[in-house]
């Protein structure tokens, strides 16, 4: 069963305008929550990340809201940049195996100029 | 500033050969991990290390065997390649896998096996 669902295989956005990616989870004993942005033929890098015993953190244009109740997370990017064209991961930790990161499948943006 | 380097970057096998990948961290950290990425898949934990001399098993360990002989290098092993081994391999390190810390990976090799 997968734990960390990323439904949106893929996102389009223009230039300039919001990208929204979203992230949902099974496993309540999740409590930290990673975001990971992967260009071609280059490994998955750290964007930003969020404790659960917060709802929102913030580092510049890149903003990751979390909704325990709902079980569901999201990747805010305002304004989008051609550059931040990728793939991003989302992913959890916790339960008991803290250091170990459960991954989604993935959502490819396209951010086009 | 190395980092997390992985040898080699591709790589084919044909099935039934055997081959080790070489992870190196330069950062001392204590974890270490090897994932896989196939399409669709998102990344899946392969095999872990908490520290030099032990190793531990992820989500999808068959077919592969790790070593952790020193602190800075974790080798991944296969004994018998088979196509289903076909995918992208990345090596990632943490310092002591505590609950706020991220992962650093490397660049990835790609392997296919005919």
């Known amino acids: 069963d997968q734990q960390v669902k990323q439904n949106s295989p893929s996102l389009s956005v223009q230039e300039g305008r919001i990208s929204i990616l979203n992230c949902d989870y099974t496993?309540?004993?999740?409590?930290?929550f990673l975001w990971y942005k992967k260009y071609p033929a280059e490994g998955p890098t750290f964007l930003i990340s969020?404790?659960?015993?917060?709802d929102k953190n913030e580092d510049g244009r890149f903003t990751v809201f979390l909704n325990k109740s709902a079980k569901h997370l999201s990747l805010h990017i305002v304004p989008s940049q051609p550059g931040d064209s990728a793939v991003y991961f989302c992913a959890a930790k916790g339960g008991g195996s803290n250091y170990k990161l459960t991954f989604g499948k993935g959502t490819l943006l396209t951010v086009n100029p | 500033n190395a980092g997390v380097t992985q040898t080699p970057k591709f790589r084919v096998l044909k099935t039934g050969q055997s081959m080790t990948l070489l992870c190196a961290q330069d950062m001392n950290h204590e974890y270490m991990y090897w994932y896989r990425q196939d399409p669709g898949m998102g990344l899946r934990l392969i095999h872990y290390s908490v520290g030099e001399g032990t190793t531990a098993k992820g989500e999808v360990p068959d077919g592969y065997n790790v070593s952790r002989l020193k602190k800075q290098n974790f080798l991944l092993g296969l004994e018998s390649a088979a196509p289903s081994q076909t995918s992208v391999y990345f090596c990632a390190s943490s310092y002591y896998g505590q609950e706020n810390e991220k992962l650093f990976f490397g660049s990835g090799t790609q392997l296919s096996v005919l």
């Open positions: 496993n309540s004993m999740f409590d930290y």
């Open positions: 969020i404790s659960s015993i917060k």
